[in-house]
């Protein structure tokens, strides 16, 4: 399967397992505040845009998605994505 969809980049399909928003925040800002630190980064610079750069989705070419399926049959997201 990879190595037939290896070229294929129309769409993309991620997995999130034991995923929580809030562990994705914090790693974030922890990154930004390492950068801070090692002066790659001033604080008057830090804005929504910045901060995505710092998101597990940063690699991505479009960071937004488009459907969420959520197995466990609840009509919330718990964090998901926050």
């Known amino acids: ?17 034991a995923y929580g928003g809030r562990a ?5 800002a922890r990154e930004i505040a390492l ?7 001033k604080v008057e610079e830090i804005d929504e ?3 995505e750069r710092f998101l597990y989705t940063s690699h991505m070419p479009k960071q ?5 399926i959520r197995t466990s049959g609840e009509e919330r997201l718990s964090g998901f994505l926050l």
């Open 1 to 17: 399967m990879e190595k037939a969809t290896e070229d294929y980049d129309d769409h993309f399909l991620n997995i999130a397992l």
């Open 24 to 28: 994705e925040i914090i790693d974030a």
């Open 35 to 41: 950068n801070v630190k090692e002066n790659k980064l």
């Open 49 to 51: 845009a910045t901060f």
């Open 64 to 68: 937004d998605p488009d459907l969420i």
